[in-house]
């Protein structure tokens, strides 16, 4: 366990990178295109949850079960897994409680924006690309290791992430924007903030790679288990479900389930 090829590393780190651009895409859209079509925008945030909680829960769980039952026994790696799984929605509770995600609050047609408080929606441009910032850490581990693990698991989940992550840039852009009038800082700013990704990932390798073991990443995918089905239930579903007119949630939810079970068994032929 300790010998990983450099070859997969780099894999996993090049996967984690992409994701976590994808928040400069966010940053581009809000300066080349008309404000998103809600109903759209609703899905696509439907579909990345559904997809993040179907391969947490159907793939990434089991691995950790799988690693913890070769070290120590059936009944006993179920156990391990679950607490994990637990201990990883405490790990991202705990971070949503210091430092709460504001994006949600930030449309266009927020009062804020009006008003054209600049300095305001300065501090308030700061303080969201802070706090989603804080949040891509444990995004870009959870891709990381997916991914280390199996390229098969890792990639439709960095494909999850990155759809999560465009309205996250987006949600940079706008109050940077409208606060200094800079296109390219704008779009500077929600790109560096995607960048925490692979920042994460490289820290937590960092820090683990001396102690890596079976035990050691069961521990590590149940952690991640917790925390993709967290932030799907907390952020890209109520979020969906804000600007979903109808039934583009449910709908959204039930394509992302559907598509990542069938690309998982394509990977499994």
């Known amino acids: 366990m300790h010998d990983i090829a450099l070859h997969n590393i780099l894999v996993a780190l090049a996967v984690t990178t992409a994701a976590g651009l994808a928040t400069g895409i966010g940053g581009l859209l809000v300066f080349t295109t008309k404000a998103p079509n809600a109903r759209m925008l609703a899905f696509g945030l439907a579909f990345a949850g559904g997809a993040m909680v179907f391969v947490s829960l159907s793939e990434i769980l089991s691995k ?3 690693s913890f039952s070769h070290v120590y026994g059936d009944s006993r790696g179920f156990t391990y897994a ?4 637990l201990g990883g929605l405490l790990l991202i509770v705990g971070i949503d409680r210091l430092v709460p995600n504001p994006h949600e609050g930030l449309e266009t047609d927020d009062p804020m924006f009006r008003e054209h408080n600049r300095e305001y929606i300065k501090r308030v441009g700061l303080l969201t690309a802070f706090a989603i910032t804080a949040h891509n850490f444990p995004e870009g581990l959870a891709t990381f290791f997916a991914t280390l693990g199996d390229p098969g698991v890792g990639l439709p989940l960095a494909f999850a992430i990155a759809i999560h992550n465009i309205p996250e840039g987006i949600a940079i852009a706008v109050p940077v924007y409208y606060a200094t009038g800079n296109k390219r800082l704008a779009f500077v700013a929600s790109l560096l903030s995607g960048l925490a990704e692979p920042v994460g990932a490289i820290v937590g390798y960092t820090v683990l790679r001396p102690v890596m073991s079976e035990a050691v990443f069961g521990g590590v995918f149940g952690l ?6 967290f932030l799907a239930l907390d952020e890209l579903l109520p979020a969906a479900k804000r600007y979903a007119k109808g039934h583009e949630t449910v709908y959204g939810l039930v394509a992302g389930m559907s598509v990542l079970a069938l690309s998982l068994v394509l990977f499994k032929w």
């Open 82 to 85: 679950t607490l994990a799984f």
């Open 64 to 66: 950790s079960i799988v």
């Open 224 to 229: 991640i288990a917790g925390v993709m089905v």
